[in-house]
């Protein structure tokens, strides 16, 4: 079988992540996302996700249920195990993944790709106060981590996210060989 990859998602908050891989997965249903295990209440919006405790969380680490896992902003991410073989297998994934787990990401998916989306730093302040997750204080240091650079050495698509997401997911299919869509205009 040929190898597939994992796409990393990678990008401040408030760039649109989600949105772009919503609209990746309508336009290429063969690159499916991931749902990831969060140390986060459940329903709070944006990406579906599996929501666990603390306890919950370090116990599905322990017997090793997660190929890759890190902390950031003071929550526990995690991706199932499941993922590398379905990526061995062939098939294409996608998940949101922390700048910080990037090198262990690249050593545990050798055909990893990432898609790196930005944004203004105004785009991203009206966003993240418009998730209502955030304080003032949280939005201003997520703010100013915005600009951390991305591990050397990684295979990475650059894209700006501030105009229409159809754009965008447009602009994101292209940079990883999929397939766009025809989008007809009006009058044809």
Request: contains cysteine; proline residues 6%; charged residues 25%.
């Amino acid at each position: 079988m040929s190898t597939g990859r994992l796409i990393a998602v990678a990008g401040p908050s408030g760039a649109g992540k989600d949105s772009v891989m919503r609209g990746l997965a309508e336009a290429a249903p063969a690159l499916v996302p991931v749902r990831r295990a969060i140390t986060r209440a459940p329903g709070l919006g944006g990406e579906e996700y599996d929501a666990l405790s603390e306890a919950g969380f370090a116990a599905r680490a322990e017997a090793g249920e997660f190929c890759l896992h890190w902390t950031a902003h003071g929550l526990r991410y995690g991706i199932p195990a499941s993922v590398l073989d379905d990526v061995r297998g062939g098939a294409q994934r996608m998940a949101n993944l922390s700048r910080t787990v990037l090198d262990e990401a690249a050593r545990v998916f050798p055909e990893l790709e990432v898609l790196h989306i930005t944004a203004n730093p105004e785009t991203l302040a009206r966003r993240l106060a418009g998730r209502g997750r955030e304080g003032r204080d949280d939005i201003a240091r997520r703010l100013s981590r915005s600009t951390e650079p991305l591990p050397a050495g990684l295979t990475v698509h650059r894209l700006h996210n501030d105009g229409p997401i159809g754009t965008s997911v447009d602009r994101a299919l292209h940079m990883l060989g999929l397939a766009a869509p025809a989008r007809l205009t009006e009058g044809q």
